[in-house]
């Protein structure tokens, strides 16, 4: 059983940067693929970017390629999503999810392991 918890979000003015954290509080994610969805409000959750259980492939959704960055310490069990120049529309609960499987998908349905959720706020 993993147990996933995230942290980091907060509010932030447009054109700032933030960075989540997920760390697995029980189990370990080491060899798992991890991906990070958001949901905003109203709206579909929507897949933001994965990377594979050896931290050397990763996927992002076009909205937010050039502006975020997963990488993973798996040492620590952590993963982190860079966000950086954020934009109004990037508000949204963010979610960590773990992929039993060492290549993550982008639909998540995929994902067997899910935290809270952290909430981004962009201010204009």
Do not use: H
């Amino acid at each position: 059983q993993v147990q996933l918890v995230e942290s980091g979000g907060g509010l932030v003015q447009a054109g700032g940067s933030l960075r989540l954290s997920c760390a697995a509080s029980e189990g370990t994610i080491s060899s798992y693929g991890m991906g990070w969805f958001r949901q905003a409000p109203g709206k579909e959750r929507e897949f933001v970017a994965a990377t594979s259980g050896s931290g050397r492939s990763w996927w992002y959704a076009d909205s937010v390629k050039g502006r975020f960055t997963i990488s993973r310490d798996n040492a620590k069990n952590t993963v982190y999503l860079q966000m950086n120049s954020l934009q109004l529309e990037d508000t949204a609960v963010y979610y960590c999810a773990a992929d039993v499987s060492k290549i993550p998908g982008t639909q998540g349905s995929a994902y067997d392991y899910w935290g809270q959720g952290t909430q981004v706020t962009v201010s204009s």
